[in-house]
């Protein structure tokens, strides 16, 4: 088997349905299983998949042991001699896996593979590449300073090497997975996908990045920016320092100071809601049950005649597929006031997120 793809799923089920569908057109033509590893979600996620999905293979554990644990649960199942490494609130195009595959296959001494991540909204997550939190990194990084936490040396839609990986996307062989012990059971949320970025680069792998391929992170699902998650990642950036780049005192007492200090001082920001005056659903569709849902008219386009302002965009994946949703949402310009939502093939709810910083928005309908 070529590959197997990993999906750690808590309590998201809309999204792990439309990723789900993503994955699986995007394997349709590769020798490839999906697993899905729930931590115990209460929603229905179970249920769903038991039921669209047939031949997911489903792992439910009886408790919430934490990103590390789940992951490494799911790839002690994997058959595939690459893995993939996929978030449940993540889109695939139906070209993401095979155009990876071959920087894995045609590269000597390649480690992770990753490509351009992008919200619910098009903006690009400088998390997508990052360097390698040292001593000083992290301490800017603990002061607000991020520019250095980040790989700017590759620009968002070149390729290149990158040291360290967001774990909501990782493309990698099975045997070097293993060869590092895959992920550190140490961090419960967080800091992991650092942690096997930099032990796969220790081990005398490259990690590479390919910018020319994009995926949709929407993120907020699974990352809440709220003083607990400053909390877990102050708290998992302390792990991986005193793991691997532990220097000095000056050093210790600074980031000591900064994980404890930088929770406190956070706070959630509200974020500001696009006003909607217009729904335009691009589908080959006479007419949509969405209709009776909105509370603005629906008008049905064959195809983008370009972004206006303050215009809601529903993507119908049944007539556009995976890559050209992705292409439109990508190409959104700068600072214009659109949204999107999706409508998965076969389902009664369009879903989306107008920013990575907040929960997305599912919309229900009868068919």
Not at 143 to 170: C, I, Q, R, T, W
């Amino acid at each position: 088997m070529k590959l197997s793809v990993v999906i750690l799923n808590y309590n998201v089920r809309y999204f792990l349905e439309l990723c789900l569908k993503s994955v699986e057109a995007a394997i349709s033509n590769l020798d490839a299983e999906i697993i899905v590893v729930d931590n115990k979600s209460s929603d229905g996620s179970c249920s769903m998949i038991k039921q669209l999905f047939p031949k997911v293979v489903l792992i439910e554990n009886t408790h919430n042991g934490g990103f590390s644990k789940g992951n490494n649960i799911g790839v002690a199942t994997a058959k595939g001699d690459y893995i993939c490494i996929l978030n449940p609130d993540t889109v695939v195009a139906e070209d993401t896996f095979t155009t990876l595959l071959k920087h894995s296959q045609s590269k000597e001494n390649i480690g992770i593979v990753s490509c351009r991540l992008i919200d619910g909204n098009g903006l690009f997550l400088p998390e997508s590449k990052r360097n390698i939190p040292t001593p000083s990194v992290a301490i800017k990084k603990i002061l607000g300073l991020s520019k250095s936490y980040y790989a700017s040396h590759v620009d968002e839609k070149d390729l290149g090497n990158v040291p360290v990986f967001v774990g909501a996307f990782m493309l990698i062989k099975r045997t070097v997975y293993h060869e590092v012990n895959g992920f550190d059971e140490d961090y419960f949320m967080y800091g992991e996908d650092a942690d096997l970025s930099y032990k796969i680069l220790k081990a005398g792998y490259e990690n590479f990045y390919d910018g020319s391929t994009t995926v949709i992170h929407y993120k907020g699902e699974s990352t809440l920016k709220d003083r607990v998650y400053a909390k877990r990642f102050y708290g998992a950036m302390q792990i991986f320092y005193k793991k691997h780049l532990r220097s000095n005192i000056l050093f210790d007492a600074v980031v000591w100071f900064g994980v404890r200090l930088v929770p406190l001082l956070k706070r959630t920001s509200e974020i500001a809601k696009i006003k909607i005056n217009r729904y335009v659903m691009i589908t080959s569709e006479k007419s949509s049950e969405l209709e009776s849902v909105l509370p603005q008219p629906l008008k049905l386009e064959l195809k983008l005649e370009g972004y206006l302002a303050h215009t809601e965009y529903i993507l119908d994946q049944n007539y556009l597929g995976f890559k050209g949703i992705i292409s439109i949402i990508s190409n959104r310009p700068k600072n214009s006031l659109v949204t999107f939502k999706i409508l998965p093939k076969n389902s009664n709810f369009i879903i989306g997120s107008d920013s990575s910083k907040s929960r997305g928005d599912v919309i229900r309908f009868e068919v």
